[in-house]
């Protein structure tokens, strides 16, 4: 018999395609995935596994340029948020049907943060898509999902690692991924400056947004951040801090951790080196 995995996916942006990798060598390993709770990328990724369409997702994100990430990027000058991302749920779904999630052959559980109440809200049934749109909303950048008087954001500001939500069943080991760790990384490569790619192909087009901040925010030249640049590493760092504190309370049985330095927030264009980079945190867990 297999070994039966509770599996938990933090969330983490675009390191979050990491799970992915971690997915893979679980299961070339012979280990049985029977329940898997997630938030945000987590949370995306899980779905895709749980609704069986995850070598369709992964060719598809695999095959993604840095234009065409842009392309898929619904921009909104909302103070709310600056991405609407129903463009890229849109074209998931052209491979990943919409679905009951009490209906998918495993257990599965989205974590989201309701903002107006302040409150974790774990989701466990209902379209997989609005669950997956509900966790993924990133404060000031994905704008949030408003359903009757719920205003959902991604459930990171809470519970990035939701190890204390996942569905348990007898004799399963409980294996949590977080891509946020605080643990050294080493470059393979010299790659583009962080968030070099993501400034040039807006060409403007968050220049007024940047205004309205700057009114709020001056700064002068020398200490001018990107817009994307603060945001990405507020979120890393406060990720990483919750991430810690949550793992102390609930430690799993196994734990996989990818370096927060991997990669930014947005880099979804460096997928096949970040699931690879998931495969080989696996290997090395597994091993010991």
């Known amino acids: 018999m297999k070994q039966k995995v509770a599996l938990v996916l933090s969330s983490g942006g675009a390191r979050g395609t990491a799970h992915i990798g971690v997915i893979r060598e679980l299961i070339k390993q012979g280990y049985e995935i029977s329940s898997i709770s997630g938030t945000s990328m987590g949370a995306l990724v ?23 990430i842009f392309n898929l990027v619904d921009f909104t000058l909302s103070m709310k948020g600056i991405i609407k991302a129903d463009r890229v749920l849109k074209e998931m779904q052209k491979f990943i049907p919409d679905q009951k999630i009490e209906d998918l052959p495993i257990k599965y559980v989205a974590v989201a943060t309701d903002l107006k109440k302040g409150k974790e809200v774990v989701i466990t049934e209902g379209s997989l898509f609005e669950a997956i749109r509900a966790s993924i909303s990133i404060p000031l950048v994905i704008t949030p999902v408003q359903k009757n008087e ?53 060409s403007g087009k968050l220049s007024s947004f940047q205004k309205k901040i700057a009114k709020h925010f001056p700064l002068n030249r020398k200490e001018s951040t990107k817009y994307f640049n603060l945001i990405g590493k507020t979120i890393s ?11 102390e309370i609930n430690p799993p049985d196994i734990l996989i951790e990818i370096s927060r330095n991997s990669c930014g927030v947005f ?22």
């Open 46 to 68: 899980g779905a895709v596994y749980a609704s069986g369409k995850l070598d369709e997702y992964e060719s598809w994100l695999c095959s993604l340029s840095k234009m065409d």
């Open 150 to 202: 719920t205003l959902f954001v991604d459930g990171g500001v809470l519970n990035p690692i939701p190890v204390n939500r996942v569905f348990r069943n007898p004799d399963d080991i409980l294996i949590a991924v977080n891509v946020n760790a605080l643990i050294p990384y080493q470059k393979l490569k010299v790659d583009d400056p962080e968030w070099w790619y993501f400034d040039q192909l807006t």
């Open 237 to 247: 760092l406060m990720l990483s801090q919750i991430s810690m504190l949550t793992l």
């Open 267 to 288: 880099d979804f264009y460096k997928a096949s080196e970040l699931i690879e980079l998931g495969k080989k945190a696996t290997k090395e867990v597994l091993k010991k």
